[in-house]
């Protein structure tokens, strides 16, 4: 059974942490795939199809370069179960992770029939500097009915907020950079 890495994030911008999750993912996945949605908590996001282009920036700049990472837009919807839906048509034989930061941990109790959602994946956390592994949170969801594991890896402490806010471009690939910048995305190029 093919095993696929479920990866939506909110990507307003992707940043090498982003990418660094996604390299690992690579090597521990038969396939990866990744998409940008509307996270219904933030407003004001930059529109889907930039932020998906910018994923692609993202994922051709990873060295060596990785055939099994794909950007599914079809795939993006701000209710996560949705998301998992359209890839269970999509590959009807697979086994699924869904992949997210130890930011969201708490909070995933009260997504969108969350429990349903859980019954329907394996979920992978992936340590985030700043936000604990709660052990309490992490056993709640599996009592919810999923495996829950805990990824090795220790992504670079760089956030998508950091570069809206502050104009970070250190947490930034070239690539992405100058996309943003010729598609004039964000307020606070205007003040670097």
């Not at 407003?43 to 051709?60: C, F, K, N, V």
């Not at 370069?65 to 034989?93: M, Y």
Request: aromatic share 6%.
């Amino acid at each position: 059974m093919v095993k696929i890495a479920l990866f939506g994030t909110s990507a307003d911008p992707p940043t090498i942490g982003h990418q660094k999750i996604l390299s690992w993912l690579s090597q521990h996945f038969d396939s990866v795939a990744v998409w940008a949605s509307d996270n219904p908590f933030k407003p004001g996001q930059t529109p889907l199809e930039h932020r998906q282009r910018m994923l692609q920036l993202l994922i051709d700049e990873i060295s060596p370069h990785r055939h099994n990472i794909a950007v599914c837009s079809e795939l993006s919807d701000r209710k996560t179960l949705t998301s998992v839906e359209r890839a269970g048509q999509r590959w009807p034989q697979a086994e699924f992770t869904l992949v997210i930061g130890s930011d969201l941990l708490l909070q995933l109790p009260r997504w969108y029939r969350a429990e349903e959602l859980l019954r329907q994946v394996k979920l992978l956390v992936v340590p985030r500097r700043g936000y604990a592994l709660d052990q309490a949170g992490i056993d709640q969801l599996r009592q919810m009915g999923t495996e829950v594991r805990v990824a090795q890896l220790s992504p670079p402490a760089v956030s998508s907020t950091a570069y809206r806010e502050n104009g970070d471009t250190e947490a930034l690939t070239p690539p992405v950079e100058a996309y943003i910048h010729r598609e004039h995305l964000y307020a606070c190029q205007d003040a670097t």
